[in-house]
Each structure stands twice: as structure tokens, then as C-alpha cells.
């Protein structure tokens, strides 16, 4: 049963397949992040040092290093920008070529060089801000992301983890939790029903009512989630909804969310659940005020996924460098 909880939750809270540039939505936060912003830091005028510069337009190559360890994010996203995306969408900027990168996903150590480029040295310095800005900012989201699996695996090795919808740059946000190995939650509002506190508060915190006055989807949707808050109603709750269940009016399982709920909470309800055979009608997750110091206490309650706001808040941006080499050739 526990291999098939992880299924589960795998199919239903990990939709990280779908963050990939042949998604026009996805690709729409990937143009927002590289084109525009080369855009918005050209300005009217564009780069007025390099364009002052006494130098030939060249073909130089141009490395980026790691000044610390980390997991890699972003390069395909950068190889579309600079290499592969239609030349009218970068105006201003010309080809410039991927020459090797880190792949997505991989480890690299201090000093390592995760991308290799090469092209017109006006071109290279002009993006040389908006690559790695980009870079350090999914590489930051990714290696953190790693870090924090690691420690709760080492009290639950099935644990999925996954960000909030808290992020800066939204599904690209996502993009880098799920290369540092974790989940992805919901994309967007359409993505599954989920019933927060202010859900309720339209019919006094009472959850039955609410029920009563909710129409399933008609379209399809990854999964079907209460937020619970308050711990002495959650078995009652439970119970309710897994009558529901049975006369087929919410789907099976049904996710219970525990919301700022104390780690010894969380799992001594679980005990309780499983005393009256309620577990295996629910997934279960926790959330609220969880981060790098906590992650363990609650990795070990007995949920099956963890969503975390600090996993791409409060980000510190993971520190790389670029280097100009010699120039290989005249344009």
C-alpha cells in the first residue's frame, strides 16, 4: 500500500513533465524572464558601454562557473534563448551558440563550468546579466530544493516535496523545485480543487456546509484537498467525508491538508485516523511555517507530501560568474 501511496501522489502532485518549452504557457514565463527582460535592461538606448567599446565585432566564447556547489537548472531555457528561439523574438541580440552545458538536474561542484557559449562579444555582454540572473536564480531554487530532500529522506524516504504557490517567477519557480527532485504541487487555479480557510469562512468555518453547497468540477482535475486547521475536527471531519466517499459525492482518496498544525499533532492524529480505519481513504499533507530546521520532525509524521513557501521565498540566488575567453575570430 505505501508503494501506492507514492504513485499517487507522484501522478497527482508532480506535474513537472509539463513544465517544458512545447507548452505555450509554460514558454510564455520563459519569455517573460529572458526576452523581455533583455528588453526592459536595454532600454531605449541599449548598452551604451559595450557600444562605446573601441573593439571589432568578433566571435569570442564566453564560460559561466559555479563559485559554489549546487544542481543545475535553467540551461534549457537559456539554450532557447540564446540558440534555438526564432531570431525576430531577440531583435536586438544576435545567435549566440551553445557550445555545452550541465545538463538540468545534475549536481555540479565549486569551479565547475556549466555553460559554454560563443558569438559576437557585443551580444555575449549584452545578455551576460539576464543569463545569469536567470541561472542563479533557478540553480538557487534547485540546489536548496536538493538540500531540503535530503534531510527529510533521512526520516521518510517516500516524502514527496513540493513548493506553494508563493513564487517570484511562478511555473519557473516549479520548474527548478522539480530538478532539485521535488514535486510541484498545483500549477495554476485549475490544476485541482483545493478548500482553504477562506473557502470556509464564506460558510462559517463549517465544513459540512460548505460541502453542501459545492458542485464538483466538470472538467478534470489532479486531485480533491481540504485544508484543516483545527486539530480536534479532523477526525470528525474525517468521518464525514469518508461517508461522502462511499456514497460516491467526493472522489477517492480525498487530500487532507494539515495547515500550521505542530509536527507531535499531526502525527498523533494520524495514529488516530489509522485506529479508526480512516488512512487509506486520504492522502495527506503538511504545510505552514515548515523549513530547513523543522523539515525532519515533520517528514516523519506520517504525510505523504510536504508543501513549503520557503523553498522559493527568501531565495539566495546561487553565485556564478562569467568569463570572457580569447577571441576565436572576426565576424
Known amino acids: 500500500m505505501e508503494q501506492t501511496r507514492a504513485k499517487i501522489i507522484d501522478k497527482y502532485f508532480n506535474a513537472g513533465k509539463r513544465l517544458v518549452l512545447s507548452d505555450p504557457v509554460y514558454k510564455q514565463w520563459v519569455m517573460r524572464y529572458t526576452f523581455l527582460e533583455l528588453e526592459k ?11 562605446c567599446l573601441k573593439i571589432d565585432k568578433r566571435i569570442y566564447k564566453a564560460r559561466v562557473y559555479a563559485n559554489s556547489l549546487g544542481t543545475m537548472a535553467g540551461g534549457d531555457e537559456i539554450e532557447y534563448f540564446l540558440d534555438k528561439s526564432d531570431p525576430n523574438l531577440r531583435p536586438r541580440l544576435g545567435h549566440i551558440k551553445i557550445i555545452s552545458k550541465q545538463k538540468d538536474g545534475e549536481e555540479f561542484l565549486k569551479d565547475d563550468m556549466i555553460l559554454e557559449i560563443e558569438g559576437d562579444i557585443h551580444d555575449i555582454l549584452k545578455s551576460e546579466r539576464v543569463v ?7 540553480c538557487g531554487i534547485a540546489t536548496k530544493t536538493k538540500q531540503i530532500i535530503e534531510k527529510a529522506h533521512t526520516a521518510n524516504s517516500k516524502i514527496l516535496i513540493c513548493p506553494t ?22 500549477l495554476s487555479l485549475s490544476d485541482a480543487v483545493l478548500i482553504k480557510d477562506n473557502h470556509e469562512a464564506l460558510f462559517e468555518n463549517d465544513l459540512k456546509k460548505l460541502l453542501e453547497n459545492f458542485n464538483l468540477p466538470k472538467t478534470e482535475y489532479a486531485f480533491f484537498e481540504i485544508e484543516m486547521q483545527n486539530p480536534e475536527q479532523i477526525v470528525e471531519n474525517a468521518e464525514y467525508l469518508k461517508n461522502l466517499q462511499a456514497e460516491r459525492k467526493l472522489p477517492v482518496p480525498v487530500v ?24 487509506d481513504n486520504f492522502l495527506f499533507e503538511a504545510s505552514g511555517g515548515i523549513n530547513e530546521k523543522n ?29 570572457i575567453g580569447k577571441p576565436s575570430s572576426s565576424i
Open 41 to 51: 535592461d536595454l532600454g531605449e538606448n541599449g548598452d551604451i558601454t559595450t557600444d
Open 132 to 138: 545569469l540572473n536567470f541561472l542563479q536564480h533557478m
Open 165 to 186: 504557490r508563493k513564487t517570484t517567477w511562478g511555473l519557473l519557480d516549479k520548474k527548478a523545485v522539480y530538478l532539485g527532485g521535488g514535486g510541484t504541487h498545483r
Open 256 to 279: 487532507i491538508m494539515f495547515d500550521n498544525i505542530k509536527p507531535e499533532i499531526i502525527e498523533n492524529i494520524i495514529i488516530e485516523l489509522k485506529k479508526n480505519d480512516f488512512y
Open 295 to 323: 523539515i525532519t520532525d515533520y517528514a516523519k509524521t506520517g504525510v505523504d507530501v510536504i508543501s513549503m513557501g520557503s523553498l522559493t521565498q527568501k531565495l539566495e540566488p546561487l553565485d556564478l560568474s562569467l568569463e
